[in-house]
């Protein structure tokens, strides 16, 4: 099969992604740990804890919902565990299965460190964009995650936000 090769203008368009995607995370985890002590990955995981009910999750659930390896959200939980934000038991319904839940001072991190976050977004993000690039951004979102998430694994976590009506 012969190479599709990238034209100047899809070439251009891919570099200027990757950059984004790049720079973006460094932008973000930075300053979570510069306020809150705690990489953007921790923080998501608290965030899932605190949005789920009664915040807790299975971690298998977890696992998925942040997209991490097992092993990697295990490594993560036990070091929110040892901090006192989050904690660790079997699972009532499965005893094979561990629990995760967000303690009171993990509900207490995620609510003193969400207003920087959401101000760090709103900065490299969202008032970058007009409304109608922030619709755009969406549209492409939605185009690029039918590409990578062509079963709807994720689905679940990216659609809960969507505004019907």
Not at 70 to 78: A, F, N, Q, Y
Not at 114 to 139: F, K, M, T, W, Y
Request: proline share 5%; with cysteine.
């Amino acid at each position: 099969m012969e190479t599709r090769w990238l034209t100047k203008d899809e070439l251009a368009a891919w570099v200027r992604l990757y950059t984004v995607v790049e720079l973006l995370p460094n932008a973000l985890d930075s300053q979570l740990r510069r306020d809150a002590d705690l990489t953007s990955f921790e923080y998501y995981v608290l965030a899932m804890l605190s949005e789920a009910p009664e915040r807790t999750l299975r971690m298998t659930d977890l696992a998925a919902q942040t997209s991490a390896t097992l092993p990697r959200l295990s490594h993560v939980v036990k070091r929110l565990e040892a901090r006192g934000l989050v904690e660790r038991f079997p699972c009532p319904e499965d005893r094979r299965a561990t629990n995760a839940r967000l303690s009171d001072d993990g509900w207490c991190k995620v609510a003193e460190t969400a207003p920087g976050h959401v101000a760090n977004v709103r900065q490299h993000v969202i008032d970058a964009l007009s409304p109608e690039q922030l619709g755009q951004l969406r549209g492409i979102a939605d185009a690029l995650l039918g590409q990578l998430d062509p079963d709807e694994a994720m689905a679940p976590l990216y659609r809960r936000h969507d505004v019907t009506g």
